[in-house]
DNA sequence: AACGTTCTCGTAAACGTTTACAAGAACGAT
DNA sequence: ATCGTTCTTGTAAACGTTTACGAGAACGTT
């Protein structure tokens, strides 16, 4: 059937016997006579003609790329995020072009200078640590840029990010209804975006319900990782007798969980737990674990969905939208549901609805 | 700094008092005076000048780009590869756009077609399920493609496989050694290329070892997912009662621990369990799961670097790989070692050496 | 001093499209 | 029949690079 061989528009036209001008506003579904239109699809079939995507991007301006730079693949939660970005500027005729870049704001920021070389038509970007001179070039950038995450106060980029501190609320609000009282808290580092925001969350939500905070039931992981978890949690299990431990990630709950059953507490009956960003690894364990739906795919679906509205429309207003947390809760957290639940219980309890779908 | 209009050559070459063909050269390194190469890098700077993209590639007929096709996202095997390929790609100088064509051998056709728009300089394709059709339309791709995966006798392109038989034959070998007698298999559709290949590497690997094989013991899940593996491992256990359980894939081997544990049998006191793949969720879990580990990094990086290596020397002869595998022992299948094991045992056994790195 | 070689650099063509413009054809209206 | 519209289609320029070619400058050799 097809041709091997590339062929353009002219060795179409000439197979046509007509100008490449008719050839292009054939293959385009400009108005042309239904003679000149058979000959050229005729011809153009006959060749397994195929337009030549860098030629027509560069006279049109246009590459029909968007880029994803995210932090750090490995985490479950944007393995999640760029699957569901992939599928909605897919649908949306774009091809996806990745760049993992390093939880480095460097890397992000030679990201950002080779984006305007222009292989791209926009960006989407979850920086892990956001710096002044991030900043500055991602408003200096000459397209169109959707943040996934928090944004200091001032930056007028479409952005979407989560409500962490909703978040934290939700798991400790749960966890103080069931009479917890030693809270424990599994932080990745703080210097972190997300890090900072879990953080505030918790001291918030804690001091909102009059529970008192130890330092001893705090401790940060080198980063956001399974190993880090694990030593993160010997370490809090040295120091202190939690009666709960909110992880910061699902990920680091995963290694709780994993700690906390070798040193024969059981889950939730000694110690409840409540992981974040619902990811699939929380349901795969035993018990299932507990986690603050942070909206990831829905964060992600959003930010693709702005990249691409601004992409139509380039002067559109700003726009940043937060998505409210919700708490899925599962056997690490549910009293008397241990090792034995109904097969597949979710249950939701939602925060606050108003999300907003751009 | 950088200014933020766009700025050509001719831009350049204006403000340097030069030729846009001078600039061109001073930028690509090409001999120049002294004097030309200080002005016109220094216009360069000044108008914060960045090549266009899509007009070079135009021009020399390259993208740099390279594609990826996956077929299932959400596996975090192929999360892995994806992350493999995206490292030694970028070191090359080469984005990555990632197509996530679904299981169907028709998308994947459809991305052979766009492809040879020439979006990208070469493909790297994992097909789950591979047709005639899908054979002859990458026979016939303008560009390089690279396999990961089987490829049916005959077909000459460069590829990169597992040796899933004798990754059965090392999971078998070692529950045999242990006594274990009735050896069960849970495995995802027989349709797919990996799906054939685990099955006849069982039942060569049963009979190899002179173990009895019961159809109760096996059973196929609908595809490669956790929810499957569930239902799977459910039907299972409904109609036998194994002392030991291989699976296809780490997913499915999550799957079964959850419902072995739910209906109170030890693992891997009672039962022995292996999983396939050997992806970090093996060892997220309690007890971590015994895996055979398919070299799925290493095939993504033998892949990567092989598709670059034909970019370089169209003409090279064709490599066809296969990556050994090895047995990762973990709890799952160490007998005696159930809930207190030595932090982070792992013991690797080598199937045979003399894997090609390409 | 004249010539040949090498270097440097500008002119212009090319990559494969899209599209503004204009020319001609077709047609209806007067 | 003539004129004015509208429709169709070809010519050519443009997108921003890279690069073949040739002209002149610079240099060394005899």
């Keep these: 059937?097809?041709?091997?061989?590339?062929?353009?528009l002219v060795l179409v036209a000439e197979r046509a016997g007509v100008s490449i001008a008719s050839v292009s506003r054939v293959l385009n579904g400009l108005p042309a006579s239904t003679s000149v239109t058979e000959r050229?699809?005729?011809?153009?079939?006959?060749?397994?003609?195929?337009?030549d995507a860098t030629a027509r991007s560069?006279?049109?301006?246009?590459?029909?790329?968007?880029?994803?730079?995210?932090a750090d693949v490995g985490n479950p939660v944007?393995?999640?995020?760029?699957?569901?970005?992939?599928?909605?500027?897919a649908d949306a005729g774009y091809r996806l072009v990745v760049s993992?870049?390093?939880?480095?704001?460097d890397d992000q920021i030679t990201l950002l200078t080779s984006l305007n070389r222009g292989f791209a038509?926009?960006?989407?970007?979850?920086?892990?640590?956001?710096?002044?001179?991030?900043?500055?070039?991602?408003?200096?950038?000459?397209?169109p840029i959707v943040?996934?995450?928090?944004?200091?106060?001032?930056?007028d980029l479409d952005s979407v990010r989560a409500d962490s501190a909703a978040g934290m609320g939700l798991a400790i609000k749960h966890l103080a209804k069931q009479g917890r009282q030693r809270i424990a808290f599994i932080n990745g580092p703080v210097d972190t975006v997300p890090g900072a925001a879990r953080l505030s969350g918790y001291t918030l939500a804690m001091a909102k319900r009059g529970i008192a905070m130890h330092g001893d039931l705090q401790v940060n992981a080198d980063d956001f990782t399974f190993k880090a978890g694990l030593v993160a949690t010997e370490a809090l299990l040295d120091q202190a007798t939690p009666d709960a431990i909110v992880c910061a990630n699902d990920l680091l709950a995963?290694?709780?969980?994993?700690?906390?059953?070798?040193?024969?507490?059981?889950?939730p009956n000694d110690v409840a737990l409540v992981g974040m960003d619902d990811t699939d690894i929380a349901e795969l364990t035993t018990p299932s674990i507990t986690s603050v739906n942070l909206g990831s795919v829905k964060r992600a679906r959003t930010a693709a969905k702005l990249l691409i509205r601004r992409l139509n429309e380039p002067d559109a207003p700003v726009k940043q939208v937060v998505i409210e947390p919700k708490l899925t809760i599962r056997e690490s957290s549910m009293i008397g549901a241990a090792a034995t639940p109904a097969t597949d219980s979710r249950s939701v309890v939602s925060h606050s609805s108003g999300g907003d779908d751009a």
């Excluded at 050229?40 to 337009?51: H, K, T």
């Excluded at 943040?147 to 930056?155: F, M």
């Excluded at 290694?255 to 507490?265: E, M, N, S």
């Design 40 to 51: 050229v699809q005729q011809a153009a079939a006959e060749l397994g003609y195929v337009p």
């Design 254 to 267: 995963v290694a709780a969980l994993k700690v906390l059953t070798r040193r024969g507490f059981s889950v």
């Design 121 to 143: 038509d926009g960006l989407i970007l979850s920086p892990l640590r956001v710096t002044e001179a991030l900043i500055d070039h991602l408003r200096a950038s000459r397209l």
């Design 58 to 70: 560069l006279k049109v301006g246009k590459t029909e790329q968007i880029a994803l730079a995210v």
């Design 78 to 89: 944007y393995v999640a995020m760029m699957h569901e970005v992939s599928r909605v500027v």
């Design 1 to 8: 059937m097809a041709e091997t061989r590339k062929s353009t």
């Design 100 to 105: 993992s870049t390093g939880s480095d704001p």
């Design 147 to 155: 943040v996934i995450g928090s944004l200091p106060a001032g930056v």
